[in-house]
């Protein structure tokens, strides 16, 4: 800094702290204090001035928000004090249920009303900013609650997000994490995935898909090419500093730089809170921004301490969580989607209707068996909701408005694209084509392969896929390897240069790891955890080829329908050529993924979960559960070692019974895995 002149050293801190200020009037308080051609003077003045003198350079620069070059994969980041979740309600008597368990906790009368503090729940991706004496120093997912991904440089793009904080009425604390949700409001939503469109790219499902994936960019420009937004809403570990309660938070984080909930309000008594909750149910389709429910929090520090957190759960707050908005509309016609396994799914064409936020005009059937069972007749008027706000599905038929023109629906006897005969397994509810070679199966198998869970190779999408096949340049997933520039940009509607990044990802993804290939693979019945258990227990893709039907039928977690599975695929003949041909073509998958460090007190016990669990989701416990060594599978046997039944178990419970196999409550589960991680 000595060499730099005082006079461009006191220019840069001038600049600095006039466009921090804008962006926290414009991106904080929606609120724009200067011109957006000022703005942009400003930080072309700026930009230029660090580049003369790079010692003016700061981490709280605004030029420091643009993004850098590729990461070769993110580390992780211990929480200070763990991310927890929030149990959920879905009714107002479920509230009244929190509400009364809390007084009882705390020796309250029944008629005393609790203050608590009330925020619209956004529907976005959970992270922990970290400053030190204000200075943003990183930032997080929430990953499993106590470890997550460091995406600070991702972080550091969005303008909401502030890289020093502004100096409260007292001194800052030494240490803060701050916790909140970063997301994409629906204008930006639409704007990303045009653009994915119009390169051939699959769409993102949702906001809040579109919102994680950007914060999990390894390229932090593509991040910053995306307009995210960040709600603060909470603090985890902090140091020097006290609060009184929720409110003071939420008031403290404004005052130095946040954007928190300009909805969030002070509500005396349960029934106020449930007032709130049912008027933004009303409004929620208003915003421009997708919400979820309404977090519900007492509003005092003294409480949350007695209160307590039950395995990852705070008592004193609650997440109250809208039902599936539904309407009606008509079924026009029932077609037919054929999956990669040769599943072939019936799915209904109906009049386009907008359900929470979007237009819908197809819905899945699921099989015959469904349609017969709620009597879906083409002509039909039906109610329709979004499975998760995110999937539309047919929930039931209007018979009252039935004129007696609807048509039943019958499987046809033949494949609509490769004219194979059509065959259901005994057994089974799913119907399939039974043509190996069947064009739409390869489609979806190589979209499978390709997809970002599996070998993540970015560029190819549905539209690419669809011209490959159709050219007959893929046969299978191997041949993708095989394809040159020359090939990819001869076809319709590529460029020399998006060919160039499709080459170049197919490529780059030769070494991605055992369990993405062995999942990317399309085995039946084998998901992304049971890919992890295979990586695990063999370490090479040679090993895997090898096994046994014995032996795989042996690793906890894995019972004998997918072991037969598995076994079945590796004795095929195509299997071998196409594993053949990915080896020949330089795919060398990395290793299993490392065990956590540390001993493993869950080793070689198989955990199977049934019903809703009230303190953490379904993905959390299975975490929790392989963190400490166990295996977590969806498929019950006799080597299953514990049943954890939830609320409105299914019938796996009835299975766990009849074979055996011990059950665990909700409570009794957190008691186990209380007393492994003490011995670990």
């Given at each position: 800094?000595?060499?730099?002149?005082a006079r461009a050293a006191a220019r840069a801190r001038e600049l600095r702290d006039r466009i921090n200020?804008?962006?926290?009037?414009?991106?904080?308080?929606?609120?724009?204090?200067?011109?957006?051609?000022?703005?942009?003077?400003?930080?072309?003045?700026?930009?230029?001035?660090?580049?003369?003198?790079?010692?003016?350079?700061?981490?709280?620069?605004?030029?420091?928000?643009?993004?850098?070059?590729?990461?070769?994969?993110?580390?992780?980041?211990?929480?200070?004090?763990?991310?927890?979740?929030?149990?959920?309600?879905?009714?107002?008597?479920?509230?009244?249920?929190?509400?009364?368990?809390?007084?009882?906790?705390?020796?309250?009368?029944?008629?005393?009303?609790?203050?608590?503090?009330?925020?619209?729940?956004?529907?976005?991706?959970?992270?922990?900013?970290?400053?030190?004496?204000?200075?943003?120093?990183?930032?997080?997912?929430?990953?499993?609650?106590?470890?997550?991904?460091?995406?600070?440089?991702?972080?550091?793009?969005?303008?909401?997000?502030?890289?020093?904080?502004?100096?409260?009425?007292?001194?800052?604390?030494?240490?803060?994490?701050?916790?909140?949700?970063?997301?994409?409001?629906?204008?930006?939503?639409?704007?990303?995935?045009?653009?994915?469109?119009?390169?051939?790219?699959?769409?993102?499902?949702?906001?809040?898909?579109?919102?994680?994936?950007?914060?999990?960019?390894?390229?932090?420009?593509?991040?910053a090419s995306r307009r995210l937004d960040m709600i603060a809403h909470g603090v985890g570990a902090v140091e020097g500093l006290e609060f009184s309660g929720q409110w003071e938070r939420l008031e403290?984080?404004?005052?130095?730089?946040?954007?928190?909930?300009?909805?969030?309000?002070?509500?005396?008594?349960?029934?106020?809170?449930?007032?709130?909750?049912?008027?933004?149910?009303?409004?929620?389709?208003?915003?421009?921004?997708?919400?979820?429910?309404?977090?519900?929090?007492?509003?005092?520090?003294?409480?949350?301490?007695?209160?307590?957190?039950?395995?990852?759960?705070?008592?004193?707050?609650?997440?109250?969580?809208?039902?599936?908005?539904?309407?009606?509309?008509?079924?026009?016609?029932?077609?037919?989607?054929?999956?990669?396994?040769?599943?072939?799914?019936?799915?209904?064409?109906?009049?386009?209707?907008?359900?929470?936020?979007?237009?819908?005009?197809?819905?899945?059937?699921?099989?015959?068996?469904?349609?017969?069972?709620?009597?879906?007749?083409?002509?039909?008027?039906?109610?329709?909701?979004?499975?998760?706000?995110?999937?539309?599905?047919?929930?039931?038929?209007?018979?009252?408005?039935?004129?007696?023109?609807?048509?039943?629906?019958?499987?046809?006897?033949?494949?609509?694209?490769?004219?194979?005969?059509?065959?259901?397994?005994?057994?089974?509810?799913?119907?399939?084509?039974?043509?190996?070679?069947?064009?739409?199966?390869?489609?979806?198998?190589?979209?499978?392969?390709?997809?970002?869970?599996?070998?993540?190779?970015?560029?190819?999408?549905?539209?690419?896929?669809?011209?490959?096949?159709?050219?007959?340049?893929?046969?299978?997933?191997?041949?993708?390897?095989?394809?040159?520039?020359?090939?990819?940009?001869?076809?319709?509607?590529?460029?020399?240069?998006?060919?160039?990044?499709?080459?170049?990802?197919?490529?780059?993804?030769?070494?991605?790891?055992?369990?993405?290939?062995?999942?990317?693979?399309?085995?039946?019945?084998?998901?992304?955890?049971?890919?992890?258990?295979?990586?695990?227990?063999?370490?090479?893709?040679?090993?895997?080829?090898?096994?046994?039907?014995?032996?795989?039928?042996?690793?906890?977690?894995?019972?004998?329908?997918?072991?037969?599975?598995?076994?079945?695929?590796?004795?095929?003949?195509?299997?071998?050529?196409?594993?053949?041909?990915?080896?020949?073509?330089?795919?060398?998958?990395?290793?299993?993924?490392?065990?956590?460090?540390?001993?493993?007190?869950?080793?070689?016990?198989?955990?199977?979960?049934?019903?809703?669990?009230?303190?953490?989701?379904?993905?959390?416990?299975?975490?929790?559960?392989?963190?400490?060594?166990?295996?977590?599978?969806?498929?019950?046997?006799?080597?299953?070692?514990?049943?954890?039944?939830?609320?409105?178990?299914?019938?796996?419970?009835?299975?766990?019974?009849?074979?055996?196999?011990?059950?665990?409550?909700?409570?009794?589960?957190?008691?186990?895995?209380?007393?492994?991680?003490?011995?670990?």
């Open positions: 800094m000595s060499q730099v002149p200020r804008a962006n926290y009037y414009y991106h904080v308080l929606d609120q724009p204090e200067i011109s957006d051609a000022e703005y942009d003077r400003l930080l072309r003045e700026l930009i230029e001035l660090e580049a003369k003198y790079p010692g003016v350079v700061t981490p709280d620069s605004p030029t420091q928000r643009v993004g850098a070059p590729p990461l070769e994969a993110f580390t992780t980041v211990r929480h200070v004090e763990p991310m927890l979740s929030l149990a959920n309600a879905f009714g107002a008597d479920e509230l009244r249920a929190f509400d009364a368990r809390i007084k009882r906790m705390l020796g309250l009368p029944a008629e005393e009303a609790i203050a608590y503090v009330v925020e619209l729940k956004v529907d976005g991706l959970a992270i922990s900013l970290t400053y030190e004496s204000g200075l943003l120093t990183s930032g997080a997912t929430r990953g499993d609650g106590f470890v997550g991904e460091d995406v600070t440089r991702n972080l550091r793009t969005i303008r909401s997000i502030p890289l020093r904080l502004l100096r409260p009425d007292g001194p800052l604390p030494p240490l803060i994490a701050v916790r909140g949700e970063v997301y994409l409001d629906n204008r930006e939503f639409q704007r990303i995935n045009k653009q994915r469109e119009q390169a051939g790219e699959p769409l993102f499902a949702n906001p809040r898909n579109a919102a994680a994936g950007s914060v999990r960019q390894l390229d932090s420009r593509v991040t403290w984080l404004k005052k130095v730089g946040f954007r928190v909930s300009p909805h969030a309000e002070r509500r005396a008594g349960i029934e106020q809170v449930i007032a709130f909750c049912e008027e933004w149910n009303e409004r929620r389709h208003k915003l421009t921004y997708q919400i979820d429910g309404v977090v519900v929090k007492v509003n005092s520090a003294e409480y949350e301490a007695r209160l307590g957190a039950v395995a990852r759960a705070p008592r004193w707050a609650i997440a109250f969580k809208y039902p599936p908005e539904q309407e009606t509309t008509v079924i026009r016609e029932i077609l037919l989607s054929v999956g990669r396994t040769g599943a072939v799914t019936p799915v209904a064409v109906m009049d386009p209707v907008r359900v929470a936020g979007s237009t819908v005009s197809r819905a899945t059937l699921h099989n015959q068996d469904e349609i017969r069972r709620k009597d879906v007749r083409i002509g039909d008027t039906v109610v329709i909701q979004k499975a998760g706000e995110v999937i539309p599905e047919v929930v039931s038929v209007v018979t009252s408005k039935r004129t007696g023109k609807e048509k039943r629906f019958v499987m046809p006897k033949r494949c609509p694209v490769c004219r194979a005969e059509i065959v259901r397994p005994e057994g089974e509810a799913v119907a399939r084509c039974s043509n190996p070679n069947c064009p739409a199966q390869l489609k979806e198998t190589i979209r499978h392969f390709a997809a970002r869970t599996a070998m993540d190779i970015e560029g190819l999408g549905p539209a690419l896929v669809d011209q490959l096949v159709d050219c007959e340049l893929v046969k299978d997933p191997a041949d993708l390897y095989a394809l040159s520039h020359d090939q990819v940009a001869g076809l319709e509607r590529m460029a020399a240069k998006s060919a160039a990044n499709v080459i170049a990802a197919i490529e780059g993804s030769k070494g991605r790891p055992l369990n993405r290939l062995i999942y990317a693979l399309g085995i039946r019945h084998v998901g992304e955890t049971v890919a992890d258990l295979l990586a695990r227990h063999f370490g090479s893709l040679e090993a895997f080829r090898q096994a046994s039907e014995e032996a795989l039928g042996k690793i906890a977690g894995i019972g004998p329908v997918i072991a037969a599975s598995i076994a079945a695929f590796l004795r095929q003949q195509q299997t071998k050529r196409v594993l053949d041909k990915l080896v020949a073509q330089g795919v060398v998958p990395r290793g299993a993924p490392r065990r956590p460090a540390g001993p493993q007190p869950l080793e070689g016990k198989a955990f199977v979960f049934t019903g809703e669990l009230a303190g953490l989701t379904r993905a959390e416990a299975e975490e929790w559960v392989r963190r400490l060594g166990g295996a977590a599978s969806s498929s019950l046997s006799r080597k299953t070692d514990y049943v954890v039944v939830g609320e409105s178990p299914g019938s796996k419970l009835d299975r766990a019974r009849e074979l055996g196999v011990a059950t665990l409550s909700e409570d009794e589960f957190r008691d186990l895995m209380r007393k492994a991680e003490r011995s670990s």
